[in-house]
């Protein structure tokens, strides 16, 4: 079972920048891949960013050029620097984390949510 605990939410205004962390514990033995999803209220869950366990990445156009995610891999820690925060980015942010399962399939696991809550 793998464990993820979000933190770094909170308010800011509009133009500011918020740095998010998920720590991921548990019996890990490995990582496919990391990311972070949003959900405003009244709409679905939105995909913000991944990273894979190659590097790759991969960005919600809304998002591109002000987001970035990164890992510590030594520390199971994935981050989200958020920069010239907008009042559209305001969700609660869910991490999430897919992790290798028997017979080739793949868990998913997520985060309970932080919130982001951006002024104007």
Not at 56 to 85: C, E, H, P, W
Not at 99 to 118: A, D, E, I
Request: one cysteine or more; a positive charge; proline letters at 2%.
């Amino acid at each position: 079972q793998v464990q993820l605990v979000e933190s770094g939410g909170g308010l800011v205004q509009a133009g500011g920048t918020l740095r998010l962390s998920c720590a991921a514990s548990g019996s890990i033995a490995s990582i496919n891949a990391m990311g972070w999803f949003r959900q405003a209220p009244g709409k679905q869950r939105e995909l913000v960013t991944t990273i894979t366990n190659d590097g790759s990445t991969n960005y919600a156009d809304s998002v591109k050029g002000r987001f970035t995610i990164s890992t510590d891999i030594a520390k199971n820690t994935v981050y989200l620097q958020m920069n010239s925060l907008k009042p559209a980015d305001t969700a609660v942010y869910y991490c999430n984390a897919d992790v290798p399962g028997g017979l080739g399939s793949t868990h998913r696991y997520w985060g309970q949510g932080t919130q982001v809550t951006v002024s104007s």
